[in-house]
């Protein structure tokens, strides 16, 4: 399979965001480059590879998380809601800081368990009462 090049795509249009209605522009991205809303941090499902267009889909794709990238650089993860494709998109400058954030917490503050099992399970995993208040 051919990598698409995306350092040679000059669309960089602004456009209006399906989700929060923001016009998005390039200025302040840092980059060339625009693949989601710098508010709600949402994107449109475009592409196949990064930067090539050919997605047929056109779904809303939501952040549904954050993780870092070896060189330390921090990236958003987006699933699209009408097929389920999960992609990485690199986050932008003027990404909003609050956003990032609650999305980076929201497992810590929504966990898989009920929250109130935690002192339960510690003591399972050998801590005692001195340790947990």
């Given at each position: 399979?051919?990598?698409?090049?995306?350092?040679?795509?000059?669309?960089?249009?602004?456009?209006?965001?399906?989700?929060?209605?923001?016009?998005?522009?390039i200025?302040?991205?840092?980059?060339?480059?625009?693949?989601?809303?710098?508010?709600?941090?949402?994107?449109?499902?475009l592409?196949?590879?990064?930067?090539?267009?050919?997605?047929?889909?056109?779904g809303?794709?939501?952040?549904?998380?954050?993780?870092?990238?070896?060189?330390?650089?921090w990236?958003?993860?987006?699933?699209?809601?009408?097929c389920?494709?999960?992609?990485?998109?690199?986050?932008?400058a003027?990404?909003?800081?609050l956003k990032?954030?609650?999305?980076?917490?929201?497992?810590?503050?929504?966990?898989?368990?009920?929250?109130e099992?935690?002192?339960?399970?510690?003591?399972?995993?050998?801590y005692?009462?001195?340790?947990?208040?």
């Amino acid at each position: 399979m051919k990598k698409f090049n995306n350092k040679s795509n000059t669309d960089i249009k602004p456009f209006i965001c399906k989700v929060c209605g923001k016009e998005v522009t390039i200025e302040g991205a840092g980059s060339l480059h625009r693949n989601h809303c710098p508010n709600c941090l949402s994107s449109i499902h475009l592409d196949d590879i990064p930067g090539d267009r050919s997605a047929e889909c056109g779904g809303i794709m939501d952040p549904i998380g954050v993780w870092v990238r070896k060189d330390g650089e921090w990236a958003i993860l987006h699933r699209c809601r009408r097929c389920g494709h999960i992609h990485s998109n690199r986050t932008a400058a003027d990404d909003n800081p609050l956003k990032i954030m609650s999305i980076a917490l929201r497992p810590l503050t929504n966990p898989p368990f009920p929250i109130e099992r935690l002192k339960q399970i510690a003591k399972l995993n050998g801590y005692n009462d001195d340790e947990l208040d």
